[in-house]
C-alpha cells in the first residue's frame, strides 16, 4: 500500500501569476492535465481520495472519481497557505515579497500556522493509511507539497523541491520512515499538456 500526493492541474492564475483564491478553477489546461492524472492512476488500485477544498484541488481528484466511482473527501487541512487579503493579486502589483519567511499576509497565515497546519495534515494521512485497504490519493497545493517533505524521507540522490509541476505526483511507502519512491513526477502529461513553473500554489 501507498500514498500518492498529487498537486492540482493549472489554473489560468498560474499561467498568469496571480496569488489565487480558493474559488480560483482549473484552466482548459488543467483540466486535461487532471484527466491524464486520472488515466495514469485509474489501475492502481487507490481506494480513497482525500482533497484540498479549494476548487482546483477538488476538480483535480473528481477527474479521477469520475473514472473510479470513488467519492472525494474534501479536507480543509490539505487546503494552500492562506495569503488573505493579497489573493487575487498579480505578482508584479505587489511591493513585497508574499513568500518572504517574515512576511504575514493580512488576514493571513504565517508560515509557523501554516506549517504547524501541514504537520496536522501529515498526522491525518498517516492515521488513515491503517484504514485504507488499497493505496491513498492525496490532492492538495504546490506550498503543502513542498511543506510536507520534511515529514518523509527523502532517496540519497534527490534533494527537496522549492517547485512542484501542475499534476505532478508524488509516491510515499505507507510506513515510517515514509520514503519517498518517485518526486513530482509528471510523466502522465502528454507533450502538448504543458506544466507549468511559474507559481508554487
Not at 17 to 28: D, G, K, V, W, Y
Not at 107 to 128: C, L, M, P
Request: with cysteine; glycine share 4%; net charge negative.
Amino acid at each position: 500500500m501507498s500514498i500518492f500526493v498529487a498537486r492540482h492541474g493549472e489554473t489560468d492564475h498560474n499561467k498568469n501569476r496571480i496569488l489565487q483564491l480558493p474559488s480560483t478553477p482549473l484552466s482548459a489546461t488543467g483540466e486535461q492535465q487532471a484527466k491524464c492524472l486520472a488515466q495514469r492512476l485509474q489501475n492502481e488500485n487507490i481506494t480513497r481520495i482525500i482533497s484540498s477544498d479549494y476548487l482546483r484541488a477538488a476538480q483535480t481528484a473528481q477527474a479521477l472519481s469520475q473514472l473510479t466511482q470513488i467519492e472525494v473527501e474534501l479536507n480543509p487541512l490539505l487546503r494552500e497557505r492562506n495569503l488573505g487579503d493579497i489573493r487575487g493579486q498579480s505578482y508584479d502589483s505587489l511591493d513585497l515579497d508574499p513568500f518572504a519567511l517574515d512576511y504575514i499576509p493580512p488576514n493571513g497565515e504565517s508560515w509557523t500556522d501554516f506549517h504547524k497546519r501541514v504537520a496536522r495534515a501529515w498526522q491525518f494521512i498517516a492515521q488513515q493509511v491503517t484504514h485504507s485497504n488499497g493505496h491513498l490519493l492525496i490532492v492538495t497545493h504546490g506550498l503543502v507539497c513542498r511543506a510536507l517533505m520534511p515529514h518523509l524521507q527523502l532517496p540519497k540522490d534527490v534533494k527537496s523541491l522549492s517547485q512542484y509541476g501542475n499534476t505532478s505526483l508524488t509516491k510515499i511507502q505507507d510506513t515510517p520512515p515514509w520514503n519517498i519512491e518517485f518526486l513530482n513526477c509528471t510523466a502522465h502529461l502528454e507533450p502538448d499538456v504543458t506544466r507549468d513553473s511559474h507559481s508554487p500554489v
